[in-house]
T-cell receptor, first 112, second 112 residues
Framework: GQSLEQPSEVTAVEGAIVQINCTYQ??????LSWYQQHDGGAPTFLSY????GLEETGRFSSFLSRSDSYGYLLLQELQMKDSASYFC?????????????FGSGTQLTVLP | DAGVTQSPTHLIKTRGQQVTLRCSPI?????VSWYQQVLGQGPQFIFQ???????GRGNFPDRFSARQFPNYSSELNVNALLLGDSALYLC???????????FGEGSRLTVL
């Protein structure tokens, strides 16, 4: 089977840096994606890692270690609007890029 | 450009009824995926269609079915509704390539 683990809640203050971890267990791992979802809204794509290392997109960075079955999302210079749920999602090599397995999500609260 | 549009946005059904949810992908996207999101959980993959053909099915009972039309829009049907089918049903379209899905706002189904 497949499983993804991420913390259920994280709290940080405006301007800080926060890291959301994701560990996964799956056969045929292909890549790890991150999505953001505000309450009542649609999930929106943040980043994708297929290879080990760090991918940077503005204030957000994502890291993957295939050997450790581990990834993280790093959010810098936190803003109030970053308060949302963040999901890691695995793509398996046996499935297409559209067939993702999502974690249960991490609720990020940014305090003033 | 219009994003992924879904209808209806909210609906209430009773146990045993049937429901049809509709999705229009972003113009030019030929792939549509359906996900179920129960409150407090991550989206769970139901179906993927590409060029009107089913390309993947998640671990859902046969009460769930879908199809894709020549204009790439899609419908998700759920028969014999159960209380546990209450969820947000998300449609996502994709231009292909990596794991970037573009989600709609979803159809929130409540089964009483």
């Amino acid at each position: 089977g497949q499983s993804l683990e991420q913390p259920s809640e994280v709290t940080a203050v405006e301007g800080a840096i926060v890291q959301i971890n994701c560990t996964y267990q799956t056969s045929g791992f292909y890549g790890l994606s991150w999505y953001q979802q505000h309450d009542g809204g649609a999930p929106t794509f943040l980043s994708y890692n297929a290879l080990d290392g760090l991918e940077e997109t503005g204030r957000f960075s994502s890291f993957l270690s295939r050997s450790d079955s581990y990834g993280y999302l790093l959010l810098q210079e936190l803003q109030m609007k970053d308060s949302a749920s963040y999901f890691c999602a695995v793509r398996r090599s046996s499935g297409s890029a559209r067939q993702l397995t999502f974690g249960s999500g991490t609720q990020l609260t940014v305090l003033p | 450009d219009a994003g992924v549009t879904q209808s209806p946005t909210h609906l209430i059904k009773t146990r045993g009824q049937q429901v049809t949810l509709r999705c229009s992908p972003i113009s030019g996207h030929k792939s549509v995926s359906w996900y179920q999101q129960v409150l407090g959980q991550g989206p769970q993959f139901i179906f993927q269609y590409y060029e009107k053909e089913e390309r993947g099915r998640g671990n859902f009972p046969d009460r769930f079915s879908a199809r894709q039309f020549p204009n790439y829009s899609s419908e998700l049907n759920v028969n014999a509704l159960l209380l546990g089918d209450s969820a947000l049903y998300l449609c996502a379209s994709s231009p292909g390539g990596t794991g970037e899905l573009f989600f709609g706002e979803g159809s929130r189904l409540t089964v009483l």
